[in-house]
């Protein structure tokens, strides 16, 4: 911390070396806010300007957000040009895991009436098309950018994504407000969380952070509100159903219900348990 005696004079010489050595330009923050939103009026039009809702928009929209993901990541990573262009390969792919995504929420929840609906008002939505765009910067190394994306996405939902989680197809978040997925976190497919879900990690340190410190999710799992699922040698079999507000610290077989109660049983056979916790 620099002395409460620094002269202005020095202050602001101090204040334009900080700027000089700081590799993330001044408007990263501005920048990911921005490409998100392109990012989501180029997929999908209920995102898009009422000015470019044509056909024309589309080409409109595709200039714009390569530009900024050029602007956003040329100062932080040397392969900027090789970024750019993998990412924007990959959108085809994300949109088709996105509308998966759509689907799987308008399926599992009364309360929707339509894909619009969803795409257009659910927090889960809009937090799941950010990470699957973020996910893709993360795989390709780069660093801050990803990061300041899914903090933007988790400023406007309540939902903490880290980029580097790996989410299946048809990925659902119902309500979403308090859900925190940690980075090692891996997530199969057609898997419905719930409010204040956790996927954590069982002890926080940096010695830890080159290893698995976050739970396996397997196929087919319901997490409902405000279960804790900790630790990266822990999984959730397919099939599963865990209750809400149980806190989970080891491994369950496929197709187990994991409750919580105020006794402690263990019953079903082969195929299945049932725990009350």
């Known amino acids: 911390m620099q002395s409460d005696s620094l002269s202005w004079r020095d202050f602001l010489a101090a204040r334009k070396a900080e700027r000089q050595a700081c590799d993330a330009p001044r408007p990263l923050r501005a920048l990911a806010e921005e490409f998100a939103f392109r990012t989501l009026a180029l997929l999908f039009p209920q995102f898009a300007h009422p000015s470019r809702l044509g056909a024309l928009g589309v080409d409109d929209e595709a200039a714009h957000l390569e530009a900024l993901l050029r602007a956003a990541i040329t100062p932080l990573v040397p392969y900027a040009e090789g970024v750019v262009d993998t990412v924007l390969s990959r959108l085809p792919a994300v949109h088709a895991a996105l509308v998966l995504d759509a689907e799987a929420i308008l399926r599992g929840d009364p309360a929707a009436e339509s894909l619009e609906e969803v795409i257009v008002a659910y927090p889960g939505f809009l937090a799941t098309a950010v990470h699957r765009v973020a996910h893709e910067l993360y795989l390709l ?15 406007e939902t309540g939902i903490d994504i880290h980029p580097g989680a790996r989410l299946g197809t048809g990925f659902a978040i119902d309500h979403g407000t308090g859900v925190v997925i940690g980075e090692t976190s891996e997530i199969g497919d057609r898997v419905r969380l719930y409010q ?65 109660s105020s006794r402690v049983e263990q019953r079903g056979g082969e195929d299945g348990l049932e725990f009350h916790i």
Do not use: C, M
């Open 196 to 260: 204040g879900v956790t996927l954590g990690a069982l002890a926080v340190s940096k010695k830890l952070a080159n290893r698995k410190r976050h739970p396996t999710i397997g196929h087919d799992v319901v997490i409902y509100a405000n279960a804790t699922i900790l630790g990266g040698d822990t999984v959730v079999g397919e099939g599963s159903v865990i209750g809400g507000n149980v806190w989970l610290t080891t491994s369950v077989p496929p197709r187990s219900v994991v409750q919580f």
């Open 141 to 155: 190394d780069v660093p801050l950018f990803p990061r300041v994306l899914s903090e933007w996405a988790h400023r």
